[in-house]
């Protein structure tokens, strides 16, 4: 089992519609998880961070933590062409001195 | 806040030849600094933690002889690739955290795209 996964896609909606992204992790006892977008050629730039269990919403973004469920999820609400990009889900392993590892992110294309 | 700068963006060298890239932290001190290494159309994965003033952490199957990294202060960790091979070739990004708390979330380089022909 990897230690992140994440539906590869591509995963394509038109624009304004709502792109939800998944993401599971085998590390029970990790307690922080980040999204990161990346586009093509460029490094990852994070978007949400988050910590505890529940929503937590940034502008257009809303992060959903469920620990017992070992789930992360990224909703983007309105979505924009510029959304299309490829989306990683990274999981902080803090029994192993904070290394952060990256399932092998979504790749989303928003339709105009 | 939170730059982490990366030099260079982009190189070619040839086969058998050495190549050193440094990550520089701008605006705060970063005792640990993480190296990964994309190939095209793939994730993420973590080569090696580099520490501050002792030896880098190495993950499996990543050749410490080969991959030299060096973080001589709390703002600089440069990584040589020796003896390059076109395997090799491969977009490697630098990263670090700007607090201790090893939760928060770690601030990314630009990447170098090395090609090695």
Redesign the interface.
Same mark, same amino acid.
């Given at each position: 089992q990897k230690e992140v996964e994440q539906n590869s896609g591509p995963l394509s909606v038109p624009e304004g519609a709502i792109a939800s992204l998944n993401c599971t992790y085998s590390d029970r006892v990790s307690q922080s998880f980040f999204w990161y977008r990346q586009y093509s050629g460029k490094s990852p730039e994070l978007i949400m961070s988050i910590y505890s269990n529940g929503d937590k919403e940034d502008g257009r973004f809303t992060a959903q933590l469920n620990k017992a469920s070992q789930y992360v999820s990224l909703l983007i609400r309105d979505s924009q062409p510029s959304d299309s990009a490829t989306y990683l889900c990274a999981v902080n392993m803090d029994n192993q001195g904070g290394k952060l590892i990256f399932g092998q992110g979504t790749e989303l294309s928003v339709k105009p | 806040g939170a730059v982490v700068s990366q030099h260079p963006s982009r190189v070619i060298c040839k086969s058998g030849t050495s190549v050193k890239i440094e990550c520089r932290s701008l605006d705060f001190q970063a005792t640990?600094m993480?190296w990964y290494r994309q190939f095209p159309k793939? $994730?993420?994965?973590?080569m090696a933690?580099s520490n501050e003033g002792s030896k880098a952490?190495y993950e499996q199957g990543v050749e410490k002889d080969k991959f030299l990294i060096n973080h001589a202060s709390l703002t600089l960790s440069t990584l040589t690739v020796t003896s390059a091979h076109p395997e090799d070739s491969s977009f490697y990004?630098c $990263?670090a955290?700007a607090w201790t708390d090893?939760?928060?979330?770690?601030?990314?380089?630009?990447?170098t795209?090395l090609t090695v022909t």
């Open positions: - | 640990t993480f793939q $994730s993420l994965m973590l933690t952490t990004i $990263s955290r090893f939760n928060s979330p770690l601030h990314f380089g630009n990447g795209r």
